[in-house]
């Protein structure tokens, strides 16, 4: 699993090519300035929920860590119990090779739903944003550790044109600096680092205190219960991004309610 990162970015490097000669990039971009008025992602993460945190409850089918976490994952429903279940947004993998998600997943939650979506990808490329709006994503995951600062920069200048929102992820200090000079506002601070995924709990509390003014924070990897969230709200977080403790519970929606409680 070391530097499996590497691996992934061959691959998506790959997948747009191909995109690419399906769907002219030009084409793709008037389809995504065309999908109307973006659910807000960033406002509804700036302040704690009824229970004092926010969820952003993921569509998780698979990982390469894990291996197959729910093959018969329906979209459409699991979107329907997070949404019942007191979730603030939907965080959904896009990525087929190795997690088994898919566009159409994005468009089946977006439509059972009424919270708004991440699309959840290894960005690489513009066109992978345009991708997501022409779907109908209202926000998308940005990670530091695989774009230089000028590509951060430009994708989260296009994002404000297309109207998305996005959550910047970072995993060690010197991604926060980079975030930090880019003015990044929501902050994803995962707790997995994706070169060997080996994950630690503690990365997010220990970061948090990194953040520059008004920025946001939002824990992600290796969240598993009530008693995880009581510890890192401590270190100062209210929002966390959770997907295979959820998605392998019985009751999705009763398990967030038990992890807002």
Do not use: W
């Not at 291996?67 to 947004?89: N, P, Q, S, T, W």
């Not at 709006?133 to 200048?157: F, H, N, T």
């Not at 044109?161 to 060690?172: C, K, M, N, R, S």
Request: proline fraction near 5%; charge should be neutral; aromatic fraction near 6%.
């Amino acid at each position: 699993m070391t530097d499996f990162l590497t691996k992934i970015i061959e691959t998506k490097k790959e997948e747009v090519l191909a995109a690419r000669k399906r769907v002219p990039e030009q084409r793709l971009r008037q389809e995504a300035e065309n999908t109307g008025i973006k659910r807000p992602f960033e406002a509804v993460l700036e302040k704690p929920g009824p229970y004092g945190a926010n969820i952003i409850a993921e569509i998780k089918r698979a990982s390469p860590s894990k291996g197959m976490i729910k093959e018969d994952l329906d979209a459409e429903v699991f979107a329907r119990h997070y949404e019942a279940g007191g979730a603030a947004a939907i965080s959904v993998l896009t990525d087929t090779p190795y997690f088994k998600g898919s566009l159409e997943d994005l468009v089946a939650a977006k439509r059972s739903s009424s919270l708004p979506v991440l699309r959840k990808e290894f960005i690489i490329s513009t066109y992978q944003i345009y991708e997501a709006a022409a779907a109908g994503a209202d926000a998308v995951l940005l990670i530091v550790r695989i774009l230089s600062p000028k590509q951060l920069k430009e994708y989260m200048q296009l994002c404000r044109e297309l109207g998305l929102g996005a959550l910047v992820e970072i995993h060690d200090p010197k991604e926060v600096e980079t975030a930090v000079d880019c003015q990044a506002k929501i902050i994803g601070i995962n707790n997995r680092d994706l070169s060997s995924f080996h994950t630690d709990l503690n990365v997010a509390a220990r970061t948090v205190a990194l953040l520059g003014p008004g920025q946001v924070p939002v824990a992600a990897s290796g969240i598993h219960s009530r008693e995880d969230i009581q510890s890192l709200k401590k270190a100062g977080i209210f929002n966390f991004l959770i997907g295979e403790s959820i998605v392998r519970s019985e009751n999705p929606g009763a398990f967030l309610k038990s992890l807002l409680a």
